[in-house]
């Protein structure tokens, strides 16, 4: 059904003007020319919208606008007026009558971008998706809630109780775009207690919305309310339109956010990524890797680092192709990623090298794991290719609390031009150091 606007206008050519606005905007248009007519179309028909004339042939816009928010349909809908005065008495006389928006008639290609502006905000039927935790004990008003909110798009979660409530927030892997919650509630826990226990979440679950009902008519205890880190409250006896408004706004601007950061997380995951391997990149690596040393000496556990060089791989390019040496890259890569510990580094060193380091690994384990990586890496087979490469491994030492992790490379380095010079496609071992 569409919306409908009532338009008045005692001149006709800003009322074909609105017209023609509104109609484009997908609005069904009644005309009045005075305030009689208007109040008389009102009797007959609900608006969602009206616009006003500020100088009307039987009245003024002002007075006509106290008149028509003294109606019940008429008081909560958006009103706007329109006028050529710019003086501040009689614009703040307008808005303490009701008027919603006041917008000038001077310019006509300014009042129909303002009028389209705001009645596309007004009317913006959008769909809204995201999960709402509800948290009311009251069964009469959380069905009638729980159903304004699914008839926004939105999935509701009903709990009688804070502690319920919190329960699933913290062990229920989907995201929470709202948590709406009554203060009183069935158990020991009230509505206070629920957000306080939501901001000391250590995870990004801590800064989910929380929209607060409340009885108290207070404005210091509403002020109170936002103090403890609620984003927002609305008063009872709840108006659908009111909640709607406040719980729409709250959800939009979690979800912008949600989207901005995951923006970020990708642009992030992209500057420190090898796109070819998905393994991490070198500039990763130089910021990483004193840290895991760091930590290594710090806590004294075992730590080795794996040097990888493909065998051959300026042949396979100039015998196969770029494109060939690509496939052999991130095949190596795949191969890597998949033989990984969580705590283990992966990264593409450069060109064909690669190097792995593996925190709480001796030098015996790091053998061992190089040796199923280069059995693995040999029986890759792309497209038909024998593929072989040849390892280095270092260990950091035990007793030498300043090596640093280009000591460490520098011997696994090293070691891997021994496998070279061996025969490739086996594991050297660097130096012995004390583990």
């Known amino acids: 059904m569409k919306p409908k606007a009532l338009v008045i206008e005692p001149t006709k050519l800003y009322g074909q003007l609105l017209t023609e606005i509104l109609s484009d905007l997908g609005i069904e248009v009644f005309i009045a020319v005075d305030g009689k007519s208007a109040l008389s179309l009102i009797t007959k028909q609900n608006f969602d919208f009206a616009c006003i004339s500020l100088y009307l042939p039987d009245d003024s816009g002002i007075n006509l606008c106290e008149k028509i928010r003294q109606i019940s349909s008429m008081k909560h809908i958006p009103i706007v007026m329109l006028t050529s005065e710019q003086d501040k008495e009689t614009l703040n006389q307008g808005l303490g009558a009701g008027i919603t928006e006041i917008l000038q008639k001077s310019n006509a290609h300014l009042l129909c971008t303002g009028i389209t502006r705001f009645v596309k905000h007004i009317f913006d039927n959008e769909a809204l998706s995201g999960n709402v935790l509800y948290i009311d004990d009251n069964q009469t008003s959380a069905d009638i809630i729980t159903n304004l909110l699914s008839d926004m798009g939105l999935k509701v979660t009903h709990k009688r109780s804070a502690e319920n409530a919190f329960y699933l927030l913290k062990t229920d892997s989907s995201n929470v775009d709202l948590v709406l919650t009554d203060l009183v509630l069935e158990g020991c826990m009230t ?245």
């Open 191 to 435: 509505g206070i207690a629920l957000l306080s226990q939501i901001r000391d979440l250590p995870d990004e679950r801590k800064r989910t919305p929380v929209l607060i009902m409340t009885n108290n008519q207070d404005p210091a205890r509403k002020i109170e309310l936002l103090k403890l880190g609620a984003n927002d409250y609305v008063s009872k006896p709840i108006m659908p339109e009111e909640l709607r408004a406040r719980v729409k706004t709250l959800i939009t601007n979690k979800q912008l956010i949600d989207q901005v950061q995951a923006h970020e997380q990708e642009i992030r995951i992209m500057a420190e990524t090898d796109q070819l391997t998905q393994l991490f990149n070198r500039h990763r690596l130089a910021e990483m890797a004193p840290i895991f040393i760091s930590q290594a000496i710090r806590q004294k556990h075992p730590l080795s680092t794996v040097v990888i060089d493909i065998d051959f791989f300026k042949a396979i390019n100039d015998t196969h192709g770029h494109g060939m040496g690509d496939l052999v890259l991130a095949s190596v890569g795949k191969v890597i990623k998949e033989n990984c510990r969580d705590e283990d580094f992966a990264a593409r060193f450069g060109g064909e090298e690669f190097v792995l380091i593996l925190p709480y690994c001796n030098q015996t384990d790091a053998f061992t794991k190089a040796e199923t990586l280069r059995k693995k890496i040999e029986q890759l087979q792309p497209q038909g290719l024998t593929v072989t490469a040849s390892f280095g491994v270092s260990t950091l030492s035990s007793d030498d609390d300043d090596q640093s992790f280009d000591q460490l490379f520098s011997i696994a380095d090293k070691a891997v031009y021994a496998s070279k010079e061996n025969g490739r496609n086996q594991v050297s071992l660097g130096q012995p150091t004390a583990h």
